[in-house]
């Protein structure tokens, strides 16, 4: 009889958590070593799934980089980054396109679909889902096919989300010409966050969230405002790839954005845990 009062007792617990998100958007990054599992990416798209069926809006950006590193190995083009974004060449870009779009953007869909909701796949490039132009490096570098966004088609999310599907999202932007741009997904997720005025912006990762140690565990921050976020990074706490993440919570949370979340995508059912119990996995970024 305990373990049946104990799974109501969790029911009870998110239930004021399911009626504050109902009929509002979630915008969920997916990466990082949750990609790699086949049992943790089927939880995360059941996550996904009951977000839909108790009546939230989930939108998945994916990430892809192993991925895209283990196509250019095989076909022998050696991938170069500059400060963290990957230079890339037409031929490269090409590449980026086949492995997001044409495998793993049709294989979450897949995922999604097999757990029971109905996903539509798309990219950038989709009724100019995802507008941008050339970014180029802090110094000047030129990066090749590397795009910054300068417009999201709020109307076409809008849409698909209200209705029953998810939309899946992979980061790849239009040009004014129709060029193909690959932008990091972290800053995809956090600039369709803000766009949409999202109730949440969550981040996957491969660790708890924000530490004030990157080595300990121990020093886990649960909760953060924006400008504690940016004293860590002038303290160079916060640095490397977990930059794209705060700085996408940073500009969803300027945006209107309620919450952003950066939490451990290599446990089992990371997003129910995050917005679903009082206690949460990660860090909460507020303002």
Known sequence: ???????????????????????????????????????????????????KYVGVNPIVVHGGGNDINSMLKRLDIKP???????????????????????????????????AGAKAIGLCGKDASLIEAEKLYGADGCDLGRVGRITGINTKLLNTIAADEYIPVIAPIGAGKDGESYNINADTVAGDIAAALGAEKLMFLTDIDGIRRDENDPGSLIYEITVSEINALIGQGVISGGMLPKVEGCIKAIKSGVKRAHILNGTI????????????????????
Do not use: W
Not at 275 to 286: E, N, Q
């Open 80 to 114: 170069r980054f500059h400060n963290g974004l990957r230079i890339t060449d037409a031929e490269t870009m090409d590449v980026v396109q086949m492995v997001l779009m044409g495998k793993i953007n049709k294989d979450i869909v897949s995922q999604i679909n097999v």
């Open 1 to 51: 009889m305990d373990k049946y009062i104990e799974k109501a007792n969790i029911l009870i617990e998110a239930l004021p958590y399911i009626r504050r998100l109902s009929g509002k958007t979630v915008v969920i990054k997916y990466g990082g070593a949750a990609m790699l599992s086949e049992d943790l990416s089927r939880k995360i798209m059941q996550d996904i799934t009951l977000l």
């Open 268 to 287: 089992p059912h990371p997003i129910l845990l995050e917005i679903f119990t009082d206690t949460g996995i990660g860090t909460m970024v507020r303002e």
